[in-house]
């Protein structure tokens, strides 16, 4: 088997002045940012276009079935790479984040996306990385001197089309699966929705019927529990082995030698990730960037209200320059609240329903990790010596 360097094979970042001496400079050419640039899509295509004189100056140059593939954190660990297709006047521009891979005529610009997709290239690459936090770089070097198998075009013809294949086999499975993931999600909304319905008329006949103590009726949220301010946290109580977590708007961040408040505790993003709802069971330390909620135990069941909140609207309160969630604004809505005894019942009941439906997302997660380790397993061996070989 014959391996070469990409320098070999490859023209890297081809010159400007091939856009120049094609097109006039008020011709338009395709221009394609970093979010245009696909993670898992061979073909980079992208409906944006400029005239030439805008874009010539500032951005990176590359033209029809040049492979793109990102240099910058953390878009090349992510693997966003693509292969440049049906480009306004065969032109392109984008991110000088690039690098550009012309192939020559040894090699197809399909069998080279494919090699580069491979995840040692990405975990090599990620090792080398050179420059400040936040705009760390792969060395140009690092792609140049990369050794690819190099078979007969036949022979990378007839690679690329079983990867082709078995890529497209696999994007469906995915696309299958985000519908069940989806829907999953779609199914909990319904049962919540489902759980705590009732329309005003309803609420007109409960408040008229005389056995009020199993009765469903509608409470301002206000008027059934309050979302009290969290602290900030001493830093003589911040410990990193510390018995407690500390928890911000999204999750635990920190730990803590002390709690604020015991266990259960429902808290909401107040800063940050406002309008996020968590079920903690532990004792905690709720953070100034959040609420939690203060109830009467013998009034209303906590996991009850966790899921009202969950089935709530609230982040659509959410706003400011820096986006914030204030209190007093879902004080208002109106929800339904029944017996303890019937909150606990259809706790109860969700519970279960929950449970289930986080292992079918589980089930899931673990088909998309297979079709992922199914992805790098079909590259790999397209690869080897026995594949590859001439």
Known sequence: MKLVPLREVCI??????????AINPTDLVSFMPMQDLGIESKNAETSSCKP???????????????VLIAKITPCFENGKMGIARNLVNGIGFGSSEYFVLRSTDSVLSDYLYYFLRQEFVIENGRGIMTGAVGHRRVPGEYLENLEIPLPSLEKQREIVEKLDSAFAEIDLLATNLGMGDEK???????????????????????????????????????????LEYGKPLDKDFRKEDGAFQAYGANGPISRSNKYLIEGPCVIVGRKGSAGEITFVEKNVWPLDVTYYIKHDPKESDLRYLYYILKSLNIKQFVRGVKPGLNRNDVYGLDIPFPSLEKQKEIVEKLDRSFIEIELLKAQIRNQKDYAVA????ILSSAF????AVA
């Open 52 to 66: 030439l004189n805008e874009v010539i100056k500032g951005y990176t140059y590359f033209a029809e079935n040049d």
């Open 184 to 226: 999953a999600n779609q199914l909990l909304q319904s049962l919540l929705s489902s759980s705590f319905s009732i329309t005003a008329d309803e609420n007109d006949s409960i408040n008229d019927s005389v056995d009020q103590s199993i009765a469903t009726k509608l409470a301002p949220l206000g008027d059934v529990f309050t």
């Open 384 to 387: 080897t010596p026995e594949e």
């Open 374 to 377: 199914l992805c790098q397993s």
């Open 12 to 21: 890297f970042n081809p010159p400007k002045s091939e856009a120049r001496d």
